[in-house]
């Protein structure tokens, strides 16, 4: 669901303030993007996403009291269409291949974000899965 305006609506979810304000302000620089909320833990993504219903997700893997990963698993069960991309510190190839498997779109090291956050999340909200290169080439799989 798009605003009323036209922009896509973004919720970010990630426990390191400096972080999540950094990523709403390069979202929010966008003319097509706008974050409708933030959420610091796990809990509280889970009421801002049922709350909101936000056209995409950026869920951090690691977050305190519900992990990312039961998050992620719980929402899509719930919403199977959610559009969620996980943004971590962990470069782990089990970690990327669980995302996957559990329903995330995109799957984004910390480090990529200046890079790849925005095509990631256009992809996304377009119905596609987003790889980066570095990651397709880990997992061997095909962009």
């Known amino acids: 669901m798009l605003s ?8 970010v979810v990630d426990d ?3 972080m999540r304000e950094g ?9 097509d993007m706008m974050v409708v909320g933030e959420a610091s833990e796990g809990q509280g993504a889970l009421e801002r996403f049922r709350a909101l ?9 690691n977050l305190p009291l519900v992990p990312g990963e039961e998050v992620l698993e719980t929402l899509i ?9 996980v943004i971590t510190a962990l ?6 291949r669980r995302a996957f498997g559990l329903g995330a779109r995109a799957y984004l090291h910390k480090d990529m974000l200046r890079r790849e956050l925005l095509p990631a999340i256009r992809s996304v909200h377009q ?3 987003y790889l980066s ?8 799989i095909d962009t």
């Open 4 to 11: 009323t305006d036209g922009k896509l609506r973004i919720l």
């Open 16 to 18: 390191h303030a400096g």
């Open 23 to 31: 990523i709403s302000a390069v979202v929010n620089a966008q003319p």
């Open 53 to 61: 219903q936000p056209d995409v997700l950026l869920l951090d893997w």
């Open 77 to 85: 069960k719930q919403f199977p269409r959610a559009r969620i991309i």
């Open 91 to 96: 470069s782990d190839d089990d970690c990327i």
């Open 127 to 129: 119905g596609q899965r």
């Open 133 to 140: 290169r570095e990651i397709a080439t880990r997992l061997q």
